[in-house]
């Protein structure tokens, strides 16, 4: 099944769902802060992604983090620093039988799922 991961009151969460249901594809919302993610995603994620492209560099996380911590950023730390402060992931992330994306734009999506 295909699973969303994001957080409820994310506008881009929300038109990501609304995207999926109104093309047919069954899924499931995992709001990360209500169900943690665990250090294999993270590591299955950064693998997918990479982990520049997992954290998300505008969040008022992210600029509420120390200035040692934001440039200490590797991919030894990001997976640490996402684990502690989930708000930090880059949302949403879309994990499909084909793979693992993150954001979303209806053209991606269109993209992803005429693969499947």
């Not at 994001?6 to 709001?31: E, P, Y």
Request: with cysteine; hydrophobic share 40%; aromatic share 6%.
């Amino acid at each position: 099944m295909t699973e969303l991961y994001g957080l409820k009151n994310c506008d881009k969460c929300r038109a990501a769902s609304r995207w999926l249901a109104a093309n047919g594809i069954k899924h499931r919302q995992i709001d990360v802060r209500e169900t943690p993610l665990s250090a294999a995603q993270l590591q299955s994620w950064q693998q997918a992604l990479g982990s520049e492209a997992l954290v998300n560099k505008r969040s008022t996380t992210w600029k509420n983090l120390s200035e040692r911590q934001r440039n200490s950023l590797s991919e030894a730390t990001a997976a640490a620093l996402i684990l502690e402060h989930p708000t930090l992931l880059k949302r949403p992330v879309l994990v499909t039988a084909s793979g693992a994306y993150n954001g979303f734009t209806e053209a991606s999506y269109n993209s992803i799922f005429a693969k499947a």
